[in-house]
């Protein structure tokens, strides 16, 4: 009998089967409209006139130096974050200590800056004008228009990625497992290696999956400390712009297709892993 | 292997704002090297941005963050985030509630789809978003035959910043929606409440601190944005020029210190919206224990 009622309430605590189909309908619209239809289009304006043209792109040596460059940043930046999102994680998540909130906002704070600001401020630096910028002239140092410059920014504008996947995650496993690894007499590091690493290999695979997408993709930040030379201090991204304005359509949008190519794969990969995690997607 | 398998210490649980008692190493070394590493990559050079801005005088700084074409830059990215915004949430409920309380067939890969802005570069959303919009394109054709301009106007601007803010609010308020109880739902169905009522009274105040943090959030991305906007934008001056890209031009025209009040001005808008995210999140912590 308590069923019974159970079951009748359930019911009633449900849409009625046009309001979810109108819903579901919405929903993929809306999807359709705002995010697949652009991600289609890349792919159709790139192949516009015909899969020759679409490989006569890549035949650019101009094109070819901005994928060489756009992977050199990556490759920098995004180990630098993974050891300072590790490090920031041990120090947060394990340990209690005054000002700990301040320091999390702090982390965060990336994500509420401007890409255009984060690139301004290396400007102010390290640009001719600069604090640096002096003594970078008389040392013959050249960071902004320069592939330092594109590194900074790049590293700047993906701060955060990192550490906010691991903090949550190490907040939540405490500390009971590397006590006990210590306590029976391994050192620091090799508890960190044989306990914590293992126990957070999949969120770190995770942050450092979405740091990397948005290393190669970064925009903004680049845009303002690169000087766009050709073949020099042009990423991919850059790149695509500067085809674009020349109204090169079907260049532009075949590098952009291989960028959208890496957005769809850094996507396959966050799904298999949230799939093995078991966790919840999180705002990034 | 998954982190359900390690549970937390039921003692860990209550508020633990005492000092935690370890014996675990290394606490001094990487407190010691995120601090340095913060103040190197992040502080510091936005100090210099702040610093810069305080050399000018307040009247200097007045006169080059507040000229007619850069106010009417601000009123454009404080608008156009903000509308992008109340839309997003809107759309964003809709699609987090059917992820949420529908099965249907399609329905994982529409949730993959969800995180492709956050996944796909700016620049590359910007040319496809105007290529799109464009007058011979494919929305943008029928669009103008029924006399209605997206491309090169304000409108294509939220275009854009619809895009970079969807996930956010779906990703916010997906959780929420999860952890509902959902025998509240029915005790007010069987007290005779209509399906409306429900939602009204008792769904919606529960996840209005999810919706206004997923608001916020794409509020800040929409403030700051710049790649997916300016390829659609027409980047017409006092029209629909954004304020980051009047800052790239101030830059341009070796005006420095035109670049760096509007800077500062962005800046301190986004200090300022970081504040409210973290005071919602809070709330919404507080309304989910």
Not at chain 1, 161 to 171: D, G, N, Q, S, W
Not at chain 2, 232 to 256: C, H, R, T, W
Request: some cysteine.
């Amino acid at each position: 009998m308590a069923g019974a009622t159970t079951s009748k309430s359930r019911i009633a605590a449900a849409e009625p089967l046009w309001l979810r189909l109108m819903l579901i309908g919405l929903a993929i619209l809306f999807l359709t409209l705002i995010v697949i239809l652009p991600l289609v289009a890349v792919f159709a304006e790139a192949l516009r006139q015909g899969i020759g043209a679409y490989f006569a792109s890549f035949d650019d040596p101009d094109v070819l130096a901005a994928i060489r460059l756009t992977l050199l940043v990556a490759a920098i930046a995004v180990p630098l974050n993974t050891v300072f999102g590790v490090l920031a994680s041990w120090a947060i998540a394990k340990f209690e200590f005054i000002g700990k909130s301040l320091l999390v906002t702090l982390i965060d704070l990336p994500f509420s800056v401007s890409p255009v600001v984060a690139g301004l401020v290396y400007v102010l630096v390290f640009g001719i004008h600069g604090w640096f910028g002096p003594w970078l002239v008389a040392n013959n140092v050249q960071i902004i228009f320069a592939v330092p410059g594109l590194v900074l920014a790049t590293i700047f504008v993906t701060f955060p990625f990192v550490a906010r996947e691991l903090i949550p995650l190490m907040e939540e496993q405490g500390n009971e497992e590397e006590e006990a690894a210590l306590s029976l007499g391994a050192s620091g590091l090799r508890t960190f290696l044989r306990v914590t690493l293992p126990n957070i290999k999949w969120g770190l695979l995770y942050g450092i999956l979405l740091c990397n997408a948005r290393a190669m993709g970064e925009f903004g930040a680049v845009s303002v400390v690169s000087g766009h030379i050709r073949g020099e201090t042009n990423t991919m991204p850059l790149y695509v712009e500067i085809l674009y304005n020349e109204y090169n359509f079907v260049a532009a949008f075949a590098v952009a297709s291989l960028l959208a190519m890496l957005a769809l794969v850094t996507l396959v990969l966050k799904k298999v892993i949230e799939w093995r995690f078991g966790g919840a997607s999180t705002v990034g | 292997m998954t982190s359900g398998a390690i549970p937390a210490s039921p003692t860990r649980l209550p508020t633990g704002s005492l000092r935690k008692e370890t014996i675990l190493p290394g606490f001094g070394l990487t407190l010691g090297l995120t601090v340095l590493y913060l103040s190197l990559i992040v502080l510091m050079p936005l100090a210099a941005l702040v610093f810069a801005s305080s050399q000018m005088g307040l009247q200097g700084f007045v006169d080059a963050a507040f000229t007619p074409r850069s106010l009417a830059a601000y009123r454009l990215s404080f608008g156009t985030a903000f509308v992008a915004a109340a839309i997003v949430s809107v759309i964003g409920l809709v699609i987090a509630w059917v992820l949420v309380r529908y099965s249907f067939p399609g329905k994982r890969l529409l949730d993959a789809v969800v995180d492709l802005p956050f996944a796909l570069p700016t620049a590359v959303a910007g040319i496809a978003l105007a290529s799109i919009y464009a007058e011979n394109g494919w929305l943008g054709a029928p669009l103008a035959a029924l006399g209605l301009k997206v491309a090169f106007t304000p409108a294509g601007i939220i275009i854009a910043l619809l895009f970079e803010g969807l996930p956010f609010v779906v990703r916010t308020v997906e959780p929420v929606l999860q952890d509902l109880d959902k025998e509240v739902e029915e005790a007010a169905a069987s007290l005779g409440a209509g399906r409306i009522q429900t939602f009204a009274k008792v769904i919606l105040p529960a996840i209005l601190p999810a919706i206004l943090t997923g608001f916020a959030l794409a509020f800040a991305r929409g403030l700051g944005e710049y790649g997916s906007v300016i390829f659609i934008a027409g980047n017409l001056p006092m029209v629909s020029e954004i304020a980051p890209l009047l800052i790239i031009i101030k830059l341009e025209q070796f005006d420095y210190a035109g670049a760096t009040a509007i800077a500062t001005v962005m800046l301190i808008a986004g200090f300022v919206t970081l504040f409210v995210i973290n005071w919602l999140q809070r709330w919404n912590k507080r309304r989910g224990s």
